[in-house]
């Protein structure tokens, strides 16, 4: 990596800060081009990792901005090469103009993920750690935030290593046995290591568990209102959301088709969805609502189920309870508590529900219960220390192939097969610990991973 790149790490809008990052081998002799300190000193003299106060220099020599400035030297920066950052007055002209200059001097604009896969590549963190930035970015919640700034400071890679190394170590053993008959080295034995490898095993399958909850995490939680028509789904969604998202109106049937938002909801981050009326439709339009409804109740990791609390329980409320009773998880909402209530609950007792809860789209009442009841049904990490969750089918499948590897060693072990069969299968696990790692991964994998990124991260 010879060359030296360059891009703005803010967004193209007006701003109160706008950031120019930099890195490379010229990253220095740049800075002492575009940068004149105010102690009348060259860039290039100050230390790492300090800002120093100074003027932007446009091609004229003219200042564009006083803003300041950083670098960091090789090995000691995020890509592990020569860095510089100008912090700037957040002027979409300012930066285009800092980046027409840098470009000009012999810089090439940056490609998405840039800087992050250099970092990689340079051996400042291993692949888990660099997906783990995206998370970070794109994170909705504070749970989600936290487990990603985990794996950043490399939770994964603490437990996947431990695991590495120790099939290292097998292997290493008996190559050194085979290569060097005539030296002083403890006889192989592979039944010593049955302990070790079904420990290794147990920490695979532990970790790989975790998948769906990371993803949950990640993704948010689909969850779907359903109900007859006119009994507060589309007041409900706009209350949670806090604007007006779907049509209300008095008439029924109002909502014919799928409507959905994400919110986060008792620090959970929710996929919500609102759907028509369930109930015989009258029309071609309304019945294929109908369909979709039930299609998406059907798929939701959650349902909230709608009642009407101002009336009794009908026939019409049975194709509700229907879908209750078949998904997943299901939390009946008896809305309309702000009215007097003709509904009994007992009605509601053939569905296994997780909370009957009495709520209001009017005035909110019965919302905190509902983000408790929800923060229970998915709590967030069960214990798991921060960035221990899986959060992403890549790493999810690595760790699979990795397990799937190691139950066959186990089991060819126990069948008292040659150690040659048992560590063709551990050095399988071990080649799928690479691909999660980054130790053994395709140039193909690693472009598709740093394309996600935005430009200038």
């Given at each position: 990596?010879?060359?030296?790149?360059a891009?703005?790490?803010?967004?193209?809008?007006?701003?109160?800060?706008?950031?120019?990052?930099?890195?490379?081998?010229?990253?220095?002799?740049?800075?002492?081009?575009?940068?004149?300190?105010?102690?009348?000193?060259?860039?290039?003299?100050?230390g790492d990792?300090r800002?120093?106060?100074g003027?932007?220099?446009?091609?004229?020599?003219?200042a564009?901005d006083?803003?300041?400035?950083?670098?960091?030297?090789?090995?000691?920066?995020?890509?592990?090469?020569?860095?510089?950052?100008?912090?700037?007055?957040g002027?979409p002209?300012?930066l285009?103009?800092?980046?027409?200059?840098?470009?000009?001097?012999?810089?090439?604009?940056a490609?998405?993920?840039?800087?992050?896969?250099?970092?990689?590549?340079?051996?400042?963190?291993?692949l888990?750690?660099?997906e783990?930035?995206?998370?970070i970015?794109?994170?909705?919640?504070?749970?989600?935030a936290?487990n990603?700034?985990?794996?950043?400071?490399?939770?994964?890679?603490?437990?996947?290593?431990?695991?590495?190394?120790?099939?290292t170590?097998?292997?290493?053993?008996?190559?050194a046995v085979?290569?060097?008959?005539?030296?002083?080295?403890?006889?192989?034995?592979?039944?010593?290591?049955?302990?070790?490898l079904e420990?290794a095993?147990n920490?695979?399958?532990?970790?790989l568990?975790?998948?769906?909850r990371?993803?949950?995490?990640?993704?948010?939680?689909?969850c779907?209102?359903?109900?007859?028509?006119?009994?507060?789904?589309?007041?409900?969604?706009?209350?949670l959301?806090?604007?007006?998202?779907?049509?209300?109106?008095?008439?029924?049937?109002?909502?014919?088709?799928?409507i959905?938002?994400?919110?986060?909801?008792?620090?959970?981050?929710?996929?919500?969805?609102?759907t028509?009326g369930?109930?015989?439709?009258a029309?071609k339009?309304?019945r294929i609502?109908?369909?979709r409804?039930?299609?998406?109740?059907?798929?939701?990791?959650?349902?909230?189920?709608?009642?009407?609390?101002?009336?009794?329980?009908?026939?019409?409320?049975a194709?509700?309870?229907?879908?209750a009773?078949?998904?997943?998880?299901?939390?009946?909402?008896i809305n309309?508590?702000?009215?007097?209530?003709?509904l009994?609950?007992?009605?509601?007792?053939?569905?296994?529900?997780?909370?009957?809860?009495?709520?209001?789209?009017?005035?909110?009442?019965?919302?905190d219960?509902?983000?408790?009841?929800?923060?229970?049904?998915?709590?967030?990490?069960?214990?798991?220390?921060?960035?221990?969750?899986?959060?992403?089918?890549r790493q999810?499948?690595?760790?699979?192939?990795?397990?799937?590897a190691?139950?066959?060693?186990?089991?060819?072990?126990?069948?008292?097969?040659?150690?040659?069969?048992?560590?063709?299968?551990?050095?399988?696990a071990?080649r799928?610990?690479?691909?999660?790692?980054g130790?053994?991964?395709?140039?193909?994998?690693?472009?598709?991973?740093?394309?996600?990124?935005?430009?200038?991260?």
């Amino acid at each position: 990596m010879a060359d030296t790149i360059a891009a703005a790490a803010t967004a193209p809008q007006v701003s109160a800060i706008g950031i120019v990052r930099v890195s490379g081998p010229e990253s220095l002799r740049l800075m002492d081009e575009v940068f004149a300190p105010a102690d009348g000193r060259a860039m290039s003299s100050h230390g790492d990792r300090r800002l120093v106060y100074g003027a932007l220099l446009g091609a004229d020599g003219a200042a564009l901005d006083y803003c300041l400035c950083t670098i960091s030297r090789a090995p000691h920066s995020y890509t592990g090469e020569d860095t510089a950052e100008l912090q700037c007055h957040g002027s979409p002209v300012v930066l285009a103009e800092a980046l027409r200059r840098l470009f000009a001097l012999g810089a090439r604009q940056a490609l998405p993920g840039e800087f992050t896969k250099r970092a990689f590549l340079n051996g400042r963190m291993d692949l888990s750690q660099a997906e783990a930035v995206v998370d970070i970015i794109d994170a909705e919640t504070a749970a989600a935030a936290e487990n990603a700034a985990g794996q950043l400071a490399g939770a994964v890679t603490r437990r996947t290593d431990a695991v590495y190394g120790m099939l290292t170590d097998m292997a290493a053993h008996f190559a050194a046995v085979l290569d060097y008959p005539d030296e002083d080295i403890e006889p192989f034995e592979i039944a010593g290591y049955e302990e070790k490898l079904e420990g290794a095993a147990n920490t695979l399958a532990a970790l790989l568990e975790s998948f769906e909850r990371g993803r949950v995490l990640r993704e948010g939680i689909g969850c779907v209102l359903c109900g007859r028509p006119n009994v507060g789904k589309s007041s409900l969604m706009n209350a949670l959301l806090g604007y007006e998202r779907a049509i209300v109106t008095d008439e029924p049937g109002t909502t014919r088709d799928t409507i959905s938002e994400r919110l986060v909801l008792g620090g959970r981050l929710l996929r919500l969805t609102d759907t028509a009326g369930l109930r015989e439709a009258a029309g071609k339009v309304e019945r294929i609502g109908v369909e979709r409804a039930a299609e998406a109740a059907a798929g939701a990791e959650l349902v909230l189920a709608v009642f009407d609390g101002s009336e009794p329980t009908g026939e019409a409320d049975a194709r509700t309870l229907a879908a209750a009773a078949g998904a997943k998880r299901a939390v009946a909402l008896i809305n309309k508590s702000d009215l007097p209530r003709r509904l009994d609950a007992a009605a509601l007792g053939g569905v296994d529900f997780a909370a009957v809860l009495s709520v209001s789209a009017r005035t909110q009442e019965g919302f905190d219960a509902l983000a408790g009841t929800i923060r229970g049904l998915f709590p967030a990490s069960e214990g798991a220390a921060a960035g221990e969750l899986l959060t992403n089918a890549r790493q999810a499948g690595a760790v699979g192939r990795a397990l799937e590897a190691l139950r066959s060693a186990l089991e060819a072990l126990r069948c008292g097969v040659t150690a040659d069969a048992v560590l063709t299968e551990a050095e399988r696990a071990q080649r799928a610990l690479g691909e999660l790692n980054g130790r053994s991964v395709t140039e193909d994998v690693t472009d598709r991973i740093f394309s996600r990124f935005c430009v200038g991260k």
